[in-house]
């Protein structure tokens, strides 16, 4: 037998595949299906157009990434270039000691009380989130979220074999949580867990301590987890962001999920935390991390300065995020037709925009456009939802570039949403 | 309704949810059958107990772990050191551009030709293996292992939702494989790849090319995947490790797995690859990547020297590892009653005892017996086994200790053998 796939190379998976295995035998291979039906990431769609029109000269605002422009603080690079251990060796597979203490002391700022022993240290808030969801269901059990929710959610729960079952909120009062009754008619006998985050990726909303009490109340009533993603705590503007670890009815059921990512700049360090006081969870997380051996053991290190005294280092960055906030939302209110709201914490806002199609739109401005050899970079809001369909006139806009490119890039935004209604056919 | 489970900790998880679940409603919260399904870590097991002893002033030799006990090279610490951007960063997804130019350099040093657009770059080995699973598997789909195999592929299976279907392998002719039919009679129609690891951990195995041409021919017969955990090429010993790279028949369904971590004593780093010439593994596998972002950056760069040009650091490790196998080969055909073979790569041996149940003799040995206060940690090789009974006499041994060290772990074991086979009434 003739095996034509040795230099075979495939452009669309799904397709060519099925054509082949059509054609041909069991002798085939063929990727699974839920690798098959998974999305690719709709932050990153867009990038590779955009680099190519770096290459013709425009300058690119990005608008469309969750990276942090700001330097990470120092005692962070001065533990990587102190790292005099001889060898490089496997941390404990729960974390580090003085990982886990820092840690520990890190919650405490927060007035938040964990014991090392009900600590997991993971490879990002990404690991910790993946493992909580093994730890909770099963192959296609459910698990509440609401959307647009943080687009990686989907991929987790297609490493996990879990379904995401997505409660719609709405722009109209700034995605905050529908009614208990709303939240509790979308439980069914497979969901496990509600997932939420707050301070919230994609949308910046920080839910109010009576909004996380409707989810303990349906928690508490069907028995499910509560898996709390808490990586943007500290920016909050106006008012404190509550943890789920403020809820003692529910210590037997919450998760908190976090990570040092955003909140210290190094996005590039991969270090997260899984707290839980229900030992089975942690027990049973530490099982799924002994597969996977340990973490990073320099990294570890590396944050520990920083969780053990956070503010310093937080509370400048959490200011400099809020008069970017502050500007953009100005910024967003002299544009016509755009739809948007006050995100009261972390650093992303998701606006309506005057047009059909958001995604159409943003390609054509990252493509086609420019205001004077400029334009912007956005994520189309479409892969924060998990329903299809939902919002398409929608993108997500991240507010990592300084003050003065900010107000640039709304200018350039304003100019595009002007030629694109006069010219658009879509 | 009160939540008496407030102040509730359990200890043994099954048990006491099943209890709990049976008197109360459904509000209260269980664990995925996956997460209580799962086993410990069988290397760790005893690990809590040796801790103890030591306390008490026992010298524990560890025979148990794969944590080399030898420096990480000067380059790798250098460049940590010398770590010099303002910000730690995320990486692209599928690696930094100069990680992935390393790999392909160091793929380039043992004849294996990868361009960078085949690899992935992830975290350690444990997550190229997790993510190639997910990637060729759906829930309940099923990988042939040869068992006794490396231990985590279960906990890797668990996480992914997959079976693993062991084909069994005897010390009898040193755990090599058996014959093409007897192969291809665990194939079922669930089956969707085949996944070894030669040099292999735990037997120290390296598969001939013959014996890897049966696995080709039913992969090529079933439509099944090759996943292909080359870890330890560079530990063999009289022949050379074949990669699957060298069969150009399944250059589509072959998936090449790496990991720095052995062969360049750097455990704790956390770096590993995946490649395949097979593009939609690798733009799948991206996909999964694409939602957990990203692999430390720092470890990436400090990798990058040492891939460029291994054989300078691998040779003296290998060398010394050679030295260390000869030694407990020749130490332990002086034990009696004890069963081994020459493990022709690697730095392990999966030994059988002369007792009935090797893990009792294990938790004895750690927990009871001294031999001038000193005693030894071995790896019970149960664990190692799918199959539920196997292996019950047999330890895996790892050559981590300077070879005075293991030269007198052997002699504690050999006097711990005589006393337990005198006294024992297991």
Request: proline fraction near 5%; glycine fraction near 4%; include cysteine.
């Amino acid at each position: 037998m003739k095996h034509s796939l040795n230099s075979y190379h495939a452009t669309d998976s799904t397709t060519m595949m099925d054509t082949l295995n059509k054609n041909t035998a069991e002798s085939f291979v063929k990727i699974s299906r839920r690798g098959r039906e998974m999305q690719r990431s709709p932050i990153r769609k867009l990038a590779a157009i955009a680099e190519a029109r770096k290459k013709q000269g425009i300058h690119v605002y990005h608008l469309n990434i969750g990276q942090p422009d700001l330097p990470t603080p120092a005692p962070v690079l001065d533990a990587v270039h102190k790292f005099s251990r001889p060898t490089i060796e496997y941390a404990p597979s729960n974390g580090l000691p003085e990982s886990l203490k820092a840690w520990k002391k890190y919650f405490g700022h927060s007035g938040i009380l964990f014991d090392e022993s009900e600590l997991i240290v993971t490879t990002g808030g990404s690991e910790a989130i993946t493992l909580a969801m093994c730890a909770v269901c099963d192959t296609d059990d459910e698990i509440i979220v609401f959307e647009p929710t943080y687009a990686n959610y989907n991929g987790f729960a297609g490493i996990a074999n879990v379904k995401l079952r997505a409660i719609p909120t709405t722009i109209k009062n700034g995605f905050h949580l529908p009614s208990e009754e709303v939240i509790e008619s979308f439980v069914t006998n497979r969901t496990r867990a509600i997932l939420y985050c707050s301070p919230s990726n994609p949308t910046g909303t920080i839910f109010s301590r009576e909004e996380i009490q409707r989810l303990v109340n349906v928690a508490l009533k069907h028995g499910l987890f509560i898996l709390s993603d808490e990586t943007y705590r500290e920016f909050a503007y106006e008012k404190k962001a509550i943890s789920i670890a403020d809820f003692p009815q529910v210590r037997d059921r919450a998760i908190v999920l976090e990570s040092c990512s955003k909140k210290f700049n190094v996005c590039g360090a991969r270090i997260g935390v899984l707290a839980s006081h229900n030992k089975e969870i942690v027990s049973t997380t530490l099982k799924f991390c002994q597969a996977r051996l340990s973490v990073a053991t320099i990294e570890q290190l590396a944050m520990v300065p920083l969780l053990e005294n956070p503010e310093p280092y937080t509370r400048p960055l959490v200011e400099e995020f809020k008069r970017r906030r502050d500007l953009v939302c100005a910024e967003l209110k002299t544009i016509p037709g755009v739809v948007s709201y006050i995100p009261e914490g972390a650093f992303y806002i998701v606006v309506g925009l005057p047009v059909k199609d958001a995604e159409h739109f943003s390609q054509w401005l990252i493509e086609e456009f420019e205001y004077e050899r400029e334009t912007v970079l956005l994520a189309p809001a479409q892969g924060f939802y998990v329903t299809p369909g939902k919002g398409v006139n929608e993108v997500r806009l991240a507010f990592m570039l300084k003050i003065d490119d900010l107000k640039r890039s709304l200018k350039i935004l304003k100019e595009a949403l002007k030629l694109y209604q006069r010219t658009s056919t879509e």
